[in-house]
């Protein structure tokens, strides 16, 4: 029976940001995150990765660019392609993410209608602005928020 090998070590982070397109402090956070394994340490404390890594990298680059969460990206890192069952778990991350792209899209729409809206105020020629006066309002009008929550869902 022969035994694989994983590939060694061999690129320092620099390296793997070039030919990954993810910035080093990008793959510190993702091996913070346990989306990627820390790499190994040269003797002189130099991060060591190897192709793999610079694929899991690419992979994450491509899933985030697609506006994935880190616990999409997660859940499909940790699926098989070759485990038939993981295909059913793969569609189900992309259902639930097309769900929340149909959500935001819905968002951005109405978002349109309301600075189209505002926008139709104003025309230049009155002595003062209306949009700028409608914002002010606007500002008064809302109650502040717990939390900071609310304002420009972004799916993290």
């Known amino acids: 029976m022969t035994q694989t090998v994983a ?12 030919q990954s397109g ?3 402090a990008n793959i510190r956070y993702y091996e913070k995150e346990g989306l990627l394994a820390p790499g190994a ?6 991060r060591l990765y190897s ?15 697609m506006d994935m969460s880190l616990d999409e990206v997660r859940t499909l ?8 069952a993981d295909c059913e778990a793969a569609r189900d991350t992309l259902d639930q ?7 935001r899209l819905a ?6 209608a309301d600075l189209l809206a505002l926008r139709g105020r104003c025309d230049g020629s009155d002595a003062h602005c209306h949009i700028i006066e409608a914002l002010h309002e606007r500002a008064d009008a809302q109650p502040a928020a717990a939390n900071g ?7 993290v």
């Open 77 to 84: 890192l940790a699926l098989d392609w070759n485990r038939k």
């Open 7 to 18: 590939p060694l070590p061999q690129y320092r982070i620099g390296e793997v940001a070039r």
């Open 41 to 46: 340490r040269e003797d002189n404390s130099y």
């Open 22 to 24: 993810v910035s080093a």
């Open 51 to 65: 192709a793999d890594d610079v694929h899991r990298l690419r992979f994450i680059r491509l899933c985030r660019a």
């Open 107 to 112: 968002e951005l729409q109405a978002l349109e």
């Open 97 to 103: 993410h097309l769900q929340h792209v149909r959500s």
């Open 149 to 155: 929550t609310g304002v420009g869902k972004r799916h």
